[in-house]
């Protein structure tokens, strides 16, 4: 099962993207790529269970990283934040979807198989 | 759409364990879920395109977590490491799939939809 480096490496999963993969981060996407007309912060927030700290932080960095648009303007009379996905950020959550449904269907296609684990031939523990 | 902390954070993602979700400990799983009968040190590290250092740093942090055993043994007359999945960490991996599978679903349940993105009312670009 062995297999050369450059063209087959099954489990590398390349293209679950950094910026991306961190659990607050793809909290974040998620629930943009779920609401599409953008989130107030506050909002945001309790979506994702984050701390006001944590969002800022990540939020700063994914708008870096062109993930999302920041918006500054009231609501309600009252100061608000709205955060919005880019085009360009719905587009690369979405291949990093698609490389996720690839590591669900590998573990899936597995359990189904489902051979029982075998004896560890002439290996002893570490 | 704003909802209590406690009861509904609907992208909070909670099960996807720290341990699990960095992306070279997600190959190493995925390839040892993949194979039942375990692998050999440098089949896993060709299937996951880790270097050696890394892939020893993670096996270890990952027997210590309780989700692979490590066994020692001679194969052809040479030394060799082979990892496998315990019980238990096979049945954690899968727990972990579960929501990965809530995190894909979510997003193209989402895309099916596909509204177009509104305007931003009366807000501003920061």
Redesign the interface.
């Given at each position: 099962?062995?297999?050369?480096?450059e063209n087959s490496?099954?489990?590398?999963?390349?293209g679950?993207e950094?910026v991306i993969?961190e659990?607050a981060r793809?909290?974040?996407l998620?629930?943009l790529?779920?609401?599409?007309?953008?989130?107030v912060f506050?909002?945001l927030k309790?979506?994702?269970?984050?701390t006001d700290g944590n969002l800022s932080r990540q939020i700063q960095l994914l708008q870096e990283a062109g993930f999302v648009?920041?918006?500054?303007?009231?609501?309600n009379n009252r100061p608000?934040?709205?955060c919005?996905?880019t085009e360009d950020g719905r587009a690369r959550?979405?291949e990093y979807?698609n490389e996720?449904?690839q590591?669900?269907s590998?573990?899936?296609?597995?359990?189904a198989r489902?051979?029982?684990?075998?004896g560890?031939?002439?290996?002893?523990?570490?």
């Open positions: 099962m062995s297999s050369k480096k490496a099954p489990f590398a999963y390349e679950l950094r993969h659990r793809l909290s974040i998620s629930s790529a779920a609401h599409p007309q953008g989130l506050n909002d309790s979506m994702c269970a984050l648009e920041v918006w500054k303007g009231t609501k608000q934040t709205l919005r996905l959550f979405l979807i996720l449904e590591v669900v590998n573990a899936l296609r597995t359990e489902k051979p029982r684990a075998a560890a031939g002439g290996l002893s523990p570490a």
